[in-house]
């Protein structure tokens, strides 16, 4: 054991008072460093010096004689009921209302939201891997949030039948950008204006579907209600 | 550790003897068991608040406030333990709610270390250094952190012991112990190296009385 060592333990032995047999090598380290000796010695000293410091703090000192009947007249009246707070106080509940107000905003907006997430096809470099859409609103049990995915302008099935299954297969079996240089095949045809990728998310409105409405009703019964809202996300030129 | 008979004549004697009955005849709403109650449990109640505040009329303003809470709450004492711990720990809370409200900035320790080192060439006089070393852990006491304070207040004034000190803090008996470490380790800190030996005074002699 380092002297260090055996100085702290020696300290925190002699602190407590609980030297024993098994102190017997710490006493034997004592007893053969000067060092020791000065730490040990000036920690007796120093609590010492600290018993008269705090003695000093309540020498001759002693409650006034009629403290006892101030608190029996104390006791005797009716224990004050505080009607107010202090305005520390009032900005203290404030401060933790607000705290738990934003907290309980939180935990209910993210209960109610979820992040979809949809891949598209890596076909380039400069097409990134991957669009996400951020915080859809979370639909009603039985109902299915959907989205499709479509070609602006080539008239593809998504952009006009909004299957959301179909059009999601179909966005991820047809390139968007030509291969790359180097390739062992040409491309077919040059696109004449770089494809962009329109993401198409359907919220359906809280509301039942009336049977009686007859012809006003839509064809399929999944579309009924379906409003469409179109986002666009940049790709950029493709290399 | 050291002379008892020394270490006793700096002590705040831990309790007077408790009258059996005393807190179930206050619990029957006999006011003069109540006084008998302020007149056992005060001094050391009234020394708690003393070595805190260092103000006795804020001490006398808690002593006056732990009483009246002790007579309000007096069916719930339990009359098989002495109500001294709780009356401590009680009396320690009202300190502090109001000491806080009025604590001075602490002196730094680098600035009041340098000023006694130039003063210690100034005045090499053994007394004065005395003096000036109660003083400074005077200072070192206050700056303390509540809970470090507490526990040398009740183990090295009020003579209590490990266990007794720990219940009245409301904590265990290791945390106690560490909370006595770093309160000297803190004293020490502030005690030039140049005066942490006593004049005149052998190591070894200090060591063996």
Redesign the interface.
Known sequence: MSCRRVCRELLWLARFGEFGPSSQPHLDHLAGCQHCRDEVGFDRALVQQLRVALAERVQDAAPSPDAFQAILARTRQPERRRWFVSWTTALGRLRFATAMAGTGLAVVLALNMEVVRVDVPDTGPARGGEAVLQQVPRMPPGHTTLVALGQRGDGGPAASRPDPEAALMWAATIPLAPAPAGGQEEPAEEPAEAPSVELRVAFRPFQIHDPGAGASAPDDPDDAGVVWAPVELSQGEPS | ??NPT??E????PVEARQPDDLVERMQADD?DA??EF??TY??PV??TA??IT?D?FL??EV??DC??KA??VRERLDPARSPLPWLQRVAINLCYSRVSRRRAIAEPITSLITNLVVDLAARPDQVVE?RE??DV??RG?DALPPKQQTA??LY??HGYS?AEAAEIADCNVGTM?SR??YA?KA??AR?PVER???VGTP??V??TE
Request: a positive charge; glycine letters at 2%.
């Open positions: 550790m050291g020394a270490i004549a700096h002590q705040v006011l109540f006084e302020f007149n005060k001094r009234y020394a003393m070595a260092r006795p001490a006398e002593l006056q009483f009246v007579y309000r005395s070393v109660l852990l005077q006491i040398i207040i090295y004034l490990l112990k006595l470490h000297l004293l020490r005690l942490r030996l006593p190591a070894a200090r060591v």
